[in-house]
């Protein structure tokens, strides 16, 4: 199977502290009181963490086309770029929804993207119409009005491998 980065070996609290290492608040000692050195921290990171294995953000979205634009715009702001997205559509009908899905499809993206549609199955039958399509060695579930800070799937990846987690979720 496919490991999802979605609880498992890490807890929320870990990837929370790396979340708050952006925010520059925290001094410069007490980030290397916890965290010590760029070099120091590279060093306890496993060799196989030198891969970048490729994520599948899956995206679920129905009628929601301003969300959807935005939920994509915070994939491509990611500082980790080996990802594809993959949007499963659960029967929307609103014309708009549908005039950017076109749009999206036939757009260029710094990413592989594909599109999916299905008529309206609720969001647990589009997340697995993602899963099912996706190709990457993980999987992140995104809903179209959630966002991502640019650097979390970067961060995601460097917790799995420094603790061998196959499964992540905040």
């Known amino acids: 199977g496919i490991p999802v980065l979605n609880v498992g ?12 290492l952006e ?3 925290q001094t410069e000692e007490l980030r290397r009181a916890r965290w010590g050195t760029l070099s120091e921290f590279a060093s306890r990171i496993p060799p196989c963490a030198v891969t970048t294995p490729l994520i599948s ?12 634009e935005q939920a994509l715009e915070s994939v491509a702001q990611q500082s980790y770029s080996n990802v594809e997205v993959i949007i499963a559509d659960d029967g929307s009908t609103d014309p708009e929804a549908l005039a950017l899905l076109d749009r ?22 589009a997340r697995n119409l993602s899963a099912l399509n996706a190709s990457g060695d993980y999987l992140f579930f995104l809903d ?3 966002l991502m ?17 196959d499964l992540l979720t905040c």
Request: glycine content about 6%; hydrophobic content about 35%; charged content about 30%.
């Open 144 to 146: 179209d009005d959630n």
């Open 23 to 25: 925010d520059r608040t």
């Open 57 to 68: 953000v899956c995206i679920t979205h129905k009628d929601r086309p301003r969300f959807l």
């Open 104 to 125: 999206i499809g036939r757009g260029e993206f710094r990413f592989p993207l594909r599109i999916y549609r299905q008529a309206n199955m609720r969001q647990g039958a």
């Open 149 to 165: 800070k640019p650097h979390a799937l970067e961060r995601m990846m460097m917790v799995a491998h420094r603790t061998g987690a």
């Open 9 to 20: 070996a890490v807890p929320c609290e870990a990837v929370d502290e790396l979340h708050s």
